[in-house]
């Protein structure tokens, strides 16, 4: 579920960062293994910013956010109180890399069913679809458990009941924050 404006794609895979420096060692050890993981796994390279004008600056404000690709100058990643797991800092360095969540592929209706009526308010656009213009599948299968899809109870009003539900009863779990999949062909790199 990657973005089709190459624009928003970083030069050869390799993204500069910065680390607020209000993270404390045991934040950095995190972080640092999300990092590595991406190293292990994947074609990108995080490298500490030294002149660049574009890179990502890894803050500690109020929840766990990031823009999806490279939008130009220092822009944020938010890794606030809660998001210090190394399954949620990748999931945010996923977006910084270029990548959408799996229940925004346009496709998503074929494997899930959104239940609008429970979602937060103000949240619903974490939920919308986006069109093929704008996102590429990557020749990859809709992924219910993709680091990048949300769990079945993410931004619920009521915890009682799900914001998705599967539309096959496999018992897949919906989301996860462990691991994902090889994201080089975005960039059309070898590994």
């Not at 069913?113 to 996102?135: C, R, S, T, V, Y």
Request: proline share 3%.
């Amino acid at each position: 579920n990657a973005v089709v404006d190459m624009t928003l794609t970083w030069p050869s895979g390799t993204i500069p960062y910065v680390l607020s420096a209000s993270f404390g060692n045991s934040e950095r050890i995190v972080i640092a293994k999300a990092i590595l993981e991406f190293h292990k796994k994947t074609c990108i390279r995080f490298v500490p910013r030294t002149n660049q004008n574009d890179y990502v600056n890894i803050v500690s404000a109020n929840g766990c956010y990031s823009n999806v690709g490279r939008v130009g100058g220092g822009q944020q990643i938010s890794l606030g109180k809660g998001c210090i797991r190394v399954g949620i800092i990748l999931h945010e360095l996923m977006h910084a890399v270029g990548f959408w969540h799996e229940q925004s592929r346009t496709d998503r209706d074929d494997y899930i069913i959104i239940h609008w009526d429970n979602i937060i308010e103000g949240m619903a656009l974490n939920f919308q679809k986006h069109d093929l213009g704008q996102i590429q599948y990557l020749g990859e299968p809709y992924n219910t458990g993709s680091i990048m899809h949300y769990g079945a109870y993410d931004f619920a009003k009521d915890l009682r009941y799900p914001t998705i539900t599967s539309k096959k009863d496999d018992g897949q779990q919906l989301g996860q924050r462990e691991g994902f999949s090889n994201v080089c062909s975005i960039f059309h790199f070898q590994k």
